[in-house]
Each structure stands twice: as structure tokens, then as C-alpha cells.
């Protein structure tokens, strides 16, 4: 990085060299931090490799074995999402009359109207936001293979809580 300083002094002395002392300690302080904050900075293009921060500087991988971890944590919660979301499409059928035979409301009693249920019904909300919001994010790792760890627990999640077939509403939110 290159500093420019222009001082202009009347008449050279010792306030003129004290203030070019004051400009070079400016510059150093201004470069340093410049270089400070570019090594900070993320991928912005897809990478592969074991070295990933996920979602908050204290979640780095740096061996082999934190990243398949990191990996196998993030597959799990990509799993859990979607077993939120068929959650949620239970309370809707609940709620709405619809639910298929042998299907009740989970974790409360029948009545859908009752204070308990709406509560209930925007708290799995909330957490079907949160952990899709986390997910999103931990994607935008831009590490290929937190990418795919994330799809492929998707994709397997949709598998065991979404596609048996059970009757949905034809138009399923998902934050």
C-alpha cells in the first residue's frame, strides 16, 4: 500500500521533523491495519479444502478431522431442517382440517384454535427460519464441501420426512 502525505511547513526545523515523524508513524499505522483487514476477508469464488470458517470464527476447521466433523455437523442439521419443515406441514394439516388419517397434532393435544398450539406452531416456525437462515449462511462459506453437505442433507432429509407420500398443501411455505 502506498501512503501519501503532503505537509507543508514554512521553514524547515525541528517542528517540520517531528510532524514527518508524526506522518511516517500515520502511514505505517495505515498500512499495517490495510493488510490487517485484507487477510480477514472471505471467498467470494468456491474453494476446496480443510481450512473453512463456518458461520462465526470460533467454528475453524484446520485438519482433516475437524473438517469432517465440521461436515458431518452441517449434514445433520440439513437433515434436521427438513424434518422441521414436516413438522410444520403436520401442524397445517392439523390446523386446517386437512391432516391425513392417523395424523395428529404433534407434541399438544387436538384443538387447533387453543393458545397452545399457535404458540407451538410459531415456535417450529422459528426454528424452521433460523436453522434455514444458519444453513444459507454456512453455504456462503463458499467451501465446496459444506456446499454439498448442505444439498445432500437436503436431499436426504426430503427422502426419509417428505416423500412418503403424505397429502400437502399444494402451497408449502419455506422461509
Known amino acids: 500500500m502506498v501512503c501519501f502525505v503532503s505537509i507543508s511547513i514554512s521553514r524547515p526545523g525541528p517542528e517540520s521533523d517531528l510532524l514527518g515523524a508524526f506522518a511516517a508513524k500515520l502511514c505505517k499505522r495505515v498500512s499495517s491495519g490495510f493488510e490487517l483487514e485484507t487477510s480477514k476477508m472471505m471467498h467470494m469464488t468456491f474453494y476446496w479444502g480443510r ?19 465440521t461436515l458431518v455437523a452441517v449434514f445433520l442439521f440439513s437433515v434436521f431442517h427438513e424434518y422441521i419443515v414436516n413438522l410444520r406441514s403436520r401442524f397445517k394439516g392439523v390446523s386446517s382440517g386437512k391432516a391425513a388419517s392417523g395424523l395428529t397434532a404433534p ?13 407451538m406452531e410459531s415456535a417450529v416456525f422459528g426454528l424452521n427460519a433460523g436453522l434455514g437462515y444458519l444453513l444459507m449462511l454456512a453455504a456462503m462459506s ?19 420426512f ?10 408449502t411455505e419455506s422461509p
Not at 107 to 119: C, E, M, S, Y
Open 162 to 171: 417428505r416423500s412418503h407420500g403424505v397429502v400437502e398443501e399444494e402451497n
Open 142 to 160: 463458499f467451501n465446496g464441501g459444506v456446499f454439498i453437505a448442505v444439498i445432500l442433507g437436503f436431499v436426504v432429509g426430503y427422502f426419509f
Open 107 to 119: 407434541l399438544i393435544g387436538r384443538n387447533p384454535r387453543a393458545l397452545g398450539f399457535r404458540v
Open 51 to 69: 481450512q473453512v470458517t463456518v458461520l462465526f470464527d470460533g467454528w475453524k476447521t484446520q485438519s482433516w478431522l475437524g473438517y469432517s466433523l
